[in-house]
C-alpha cells in the first residue's frame, strides 16, 4: 500500500461515516492539518498519529508477514 493509497482508504472510512476533517481530527486527537496531509498521502505522515486516526474510524490494520503470504517461500 502506498501513502496515497492509504490517505485515501482513510478518507473513504471518514465519508462512510459521515465525518468532517475536524471531527476526525478531534476523535482522533489530532490537527486538523495532519488529517488533510494523511488523506492527502503525505509519506512522512507520523506512524502513531495514523494509528489513532484508525483507531478513531474503528479499522483494523492488518500486516501479513511474507510467510502468511501465498506462495510466499518459507
Given at each position: 500500500m502506498t501513502?496515497?493509497?492509504?490517505g485515501e482508504t482513510v478518507r473513504?472510512?471518514?465519508r462512510a461515516l459521515g465525518l468532517r476533517q475536524d471531527e476526525l481530527?478531534?476523535?482522533a486527537g489530532v490537527?486538523?492539518?495532519f488529517i488533510v496531509d494523511l488523506e492527502a498521502?503525505?509519506?512522512t505522515a507520523q506512524l502513531g498519529?495514523?494509528?489513532?486516526v484508525l483507531d478513531a474510524l474503528g479499522c483494523d490494520l492488518r500486516i501479513?508477514?511474507?510467510a502468511a503470504r501465498p506462495g510466499a517461500r518459507g
Amino acid at each position: 500500500m502506498t501513502p496515497n493509497q492509504f490517505g485515501e482508504t482513510v478518507r473513504n472510512a471518514r465519508r462512510a461515516l459521515g465525518l468532517r476533517q475536524d471531527e476526525l481530527a478531534g476523535a482522533a486527537g489530532v490537527g486538523l492539518r495532519f488529517i488533510v496531509d494523511l488523506e492527502a498521502g503525505k509519506p512522512t505522515a507520523q506512524l502513531g498519529k495514523a494509528l489513532a486516526v484508525l483507531d478513531a474510524l474503528g479499522c483494523d490494520l492488518r500486516i501479513n508477514t511474507p510467510a502468511a503470504r501465498p506462495g510466499a517461500r518459507g
